[in-house]
């Protein structure tokens, strides 16, 4: 079975500090990785995505991906209160159907 | 208007009851999923769609059931309703780049109790 698993949290940082969230996954040759966000009460919407290893950077937002060792990260840089909210790791897992695989999320708390 | 809107919003209903949530979208996308989130558990796929003529389980399909009645409706229901079953249940809609973008668009969610 297909698995993608992260750390339910809380992740409690400071306002202005930098917040890494993690995600691992079970299938060596999945290709393409994406990091939705969900505010409490709301509904999850798509913030980065990532297909090759490496950094991929978008605002104060850095995906890193290694394949090798399976595992998929967000770093938020310059934490704002507004970033609190539950981030979920999702994957398209080679001949998965073309469907994404969630993760059960990682809670953030940016703190004033 | 919301794009991907989904009907009741909120429902209280009975162990035993047959319950439908309903999903229409705008968007003009052929692809439309089900899934539903528990607390710990995070988004699992019901059901999904990719045309009006394609249905298929997702990974916990058993107790459901969906309907593809347009490009633009998609329904979930549940024949007899147990108490596992009371969730946060989403739709959402893809189009055809969801291979490259990965985007999923959701509706703003139908809270399920089933008592």
């Known amino acids: 079975q297909k698995e993608v698993e992260q750390n339910s949290g809380p992740l409690s940082v400071p306002e202005g500090a930098i917040a890494s969230l993690n995600c691992t996954y079970s299938d060596r040759v999945s290709q393409s990785f994406f990091w939705y966000r969900q505010y409490s009460g709301k509904s999850p919407e798509l913030i980065m995505s990532i297909y090759s290893n490496g950094d991929k950077e978008d605002g104060r937002f850095t995906a890193q991906l290694n394949k090798a060792s399976q595992y998929v990260s967000l770093l938020i840089r310059d934490s704002q209160p507004s970033d609190s909210a539950t981030y979920l790791c999702a994957v398209n897992f080679a001949g998965g159907g073309n469907k994404l695989t969630f993760g059960t999320g990682t809670q953030l708390k940016v703190e004033l | 208007d919301a794009d991907v809107t989904q009907t009741p919003r909120n429902r209280i209903t009975k162990t035993g009851k047959r319950i439908m949530l309903e999903c229409s979208q705008t968007k003009g996308h052929d692809r439309m999923y089900w899934y539903r989130q528990d607390p710990g558990l995070g988004l699992r796929l019901i059901y999904y769609s990719f045309d009006v003529k394609d249905i298929n389980k997702g990974e916990i399909s058993d107790g459901y059931s969906v309907s593809r009645q347009a490009q633009a409706k998609f329904s979930l229901s549940l024949e007899s309703a147990i108490p596992n079953q009371t969730a946060l249940y989403f739709c959402?809609?893809?189009?055809?780049?969801?291979?490259?973008?990965?985007?999923?668009?959701f509706g703003e969610g139908s809270r399920l109790t089933v008592l």
């Open positions: 959402a809609t893809s189009d055809q780049g969801f291979a490259n973008t990965g985007e999923l668009f």
